[in-house]
């Protein structure tokens, strides 16, 4: 099986940048995704990494190195509004559409 | 386009009895999955319906089953409910013509059992 570890939680000040860090072990990788979920709604998309590298998008960047079973999310310049959970998740080869999920980090945003 | 739909918002159940809960894909998409997330938790993935057969199977009991319709929309029962059946549950739709396989959230059924 997968094991997914991220942190409980972060808590930051409005425009400063906070860093998320997601370790998985896997067989079979096939990408990583990156969600927001604000509380008691859906989780929505927010990046997927299935090379090494960076990917940027607008104030998020999502990086991987999947020799270290390692990723990050950057959230730059943060606002109130991204006070909310975010969640890594994993695809594997022989498990298309099916994605297995950390506990989540809850990111609280202070004035 | 309307996105991933579920219902019910809300349902709240005793122990022991049966719950159906209801999804429509967003348009276009063909495979829909199912996920419990529990309190403080992560989604956990329940299993995952293409073409009318349940495809994938996560570490769910038999009490949970699902349906899928020609139309795509699925439906996930649970029978003999327990108070651990408590959470938020997310239908996903998704469609190989996506990129990134991109799985797309419902807004999730909260069922609650007392």
């Known amino acids: 099986g997968q094991n997914i570890d991220q942190p409980t939680e972060m808590t930051a000040t409005e425009g400063a940048i906070v860093q998320i860090n997601c370790t998985y072990q896997?067989?079979?990788?096939?990408?990583l995704f990156w969600y927001q979920q604000h509380a008691g709604e859906a989780p929505t998309f927010l990046s997927y990494?299935?090379?090494?590298g960076l990917e940027e998008k607008g104030r998020f960047s999502s990086f991987l190195s999947r020799s270290k079973g390692y990723s990050y999310l950057l959230l730059k310049e943060l606002q109130m509004k991204d006070s909310a959970s975010y969640l890594c998740a994993v695809m594997t080869t022989d498990s298309w559409g099916k994605l297995q999920f950390g506990a989540g980090t809850q990111v609280v945003v202070t004035p | 386009d309307a996105g991933v739909t579920q219902s019910p918002t809300h349902l709240i159940k005793t122990r022991g009895q049966q719950v159906t809960l209801r999804c429509s894909p967003k348009?276009?998409?063909?495979?829909v999955s199912w996920y419990q997330q529990a309190l403080g938790q992560g989604p956990q993935f329940i299993f995952q319906?293409?073409?009318?057969?349940?495809?994938q199977r996560g570490n769910f009991p038999d009490r949970f089953s699902g349906h899928q319709f020609p139309n795509y929309s699925s439906e996930l029962n649970v029978n003999a409910l327990l108070l651990g059946d408590s959470a938020l549950y997310l239908c996903?739709?998704?469609?190989?013509?996506?990129?990134?396989?991109?799985?797309?959230f419902g807004p999730g059924t909260r069922l609650t059992v007392l």
């Open positions: 319906y293409y073409e009318e057969e349940e495809r």
């Open positions: 996903a739709s998704s469609s190989k013509r996506e990129p990134y396989n991109e799985q797309f």
């Open positions: 896997t067989s079979g990788f096939n990408g």
């Open positions: 990494n299935v090379l090494d």
């Open positions: 348009s276009g998409h063909d495979t």
